[in-house]
């Protein structure tokens, strides 16, 4: 007796869209329904210590799991909305499993090889995206933490890159590294300013 096969959705999200540093990074996963993840969320509503138990079981369970990035140069280079497409297309393109829909977090799809679906705060609702969520998040937030021990002074272990006060402060008295997106206001006119 043969059962239909479930339908392969991969969810996927996209983390670093506003910080001044570091890569924009994206996941896709398509979770397994006989391998149900407790706890879901939207990635930015769980503690650290959640999300980081959460991704060790994402990996342990989900069908595939996949990460993308775009780089910085990319980001100064096609702008950041396009570098997040690009970072979730790599994402997917990666999947061990060709998906038959992406379900993308937002109201923007990249060019995939499979159907897609924009759902704004897909994060909040659909699981596979929550997954991808925590996934992408937890994967640059270790990335910023070894960056900062490249690039000390700057506290990115602490912000991540966001632009807070501690990071243009910190900017001001260090300047530019080479991981900084040269696009993004605060750095361009602090550059303009040596001039």
Same mark, same amino acid.
């Given at each position: 007796?043969?059962? /239909? &096969? =479930?339908?392969?959705?991969?969810?996927?999200?996209? @983390?670093? $869209?506003? =910080?001044?540093?570091?890569?924009?990074?994206?996941?896709? @996963?398509?979770?397994?329904?006989?391998?149900?993840?407790?706890?879901?969320?939207?990635s930015?509503?769980?503690?650290e210590?959640? $999300?980081?138990?959460?991704?060790?079981?994402?990996?342990?369970?989900?069908?595939?799991?996949?990460?993308?990035?775009?780089?910085?140069?990319?980001i100064?280079q096609?702008?950041?909305?396009?570098?997040?497409?690009?970072?979730?297309?790599?994402?997917?393109?990666?999947?061990?499993?060709?998906? &038959?829909l992406?379900?993308?977090?937002? &109201?923007?799809?990249?060019?995939? =090889?499979? /159907?897609?679906?924009?759902?704004?705060?897909?994060?909040?609702? @659909? /699981?596979?995206?929550?997954?991808?969520?925590?996934?992408?998040?937890?994967?640059?937030?270790?990335?910023?933490?070894?960056?900062?021990?490249?690039?000390?002074?700057?506290?990115?272990?602490?912000h991540?890159?966001?632009?807070?006060?501690?990071?243009?402060?910190?900017?001001? $008295?260090?300047?530019?590294?080479?991981?900084?997106?040269?696009?993004?206001? =605060? @750095?361009?006119i602090y550059?303009?300013?040596?001039?």
């Amino acid at each position: 007796m043969t059962f /239909p &096969k =479930p339908l392969l959705i991969a969810g996927v999200d996209e @983390v670093g $869209r506003g =910080p001044l540093a570091g890569p924009v990074i994206a996941a896709a @996963v398509i979770l397994d329904d006989t391998h149900p993840i407790a706890g879901l969320a939207d990635s930015k509503t769980l503690s650290e210590k959640r $999300r980081d138990v959460l991704a060790t079981q994402i990996r342990q369970y989900a069908l595939t799991f996949a990460i993308g990035r775009a780089e910085v140069e990319e980001i100064d280079q096609i702008n950041i909305l396009q570098a997040s497409l690009l970072a979730m297309q790599r994402a997917v393109v990666q999947l061990s499993v060709v998906p &038959k829909l992406a379900l993308i977090d937002g &109201k923007h799809c990249p060019l995939l =090889p499979c /159907p897609t679906q924009a759902i704004i705060k897909g994060d909040q609702t @659909v /699981p596979a995206i929550s997954a991808a969520s925590i996934l992408a998040k937890v994967t640059r937030d270790q990335e910023m933490c070894e960056l900062d021990k490249l690039y000390p002074g700057y506290g990115f272990a602490i912000h991540k890159g966001y632009p807070t006060r501690a990071h243009q402060q910190a900017l001001q $008295r260090l300047g530019v590294s080479p991981i900084h997106r040269r696009s993004f206001a =605060p @750095v361009r006119i602090y550059l303009e300013s040596m001039f």
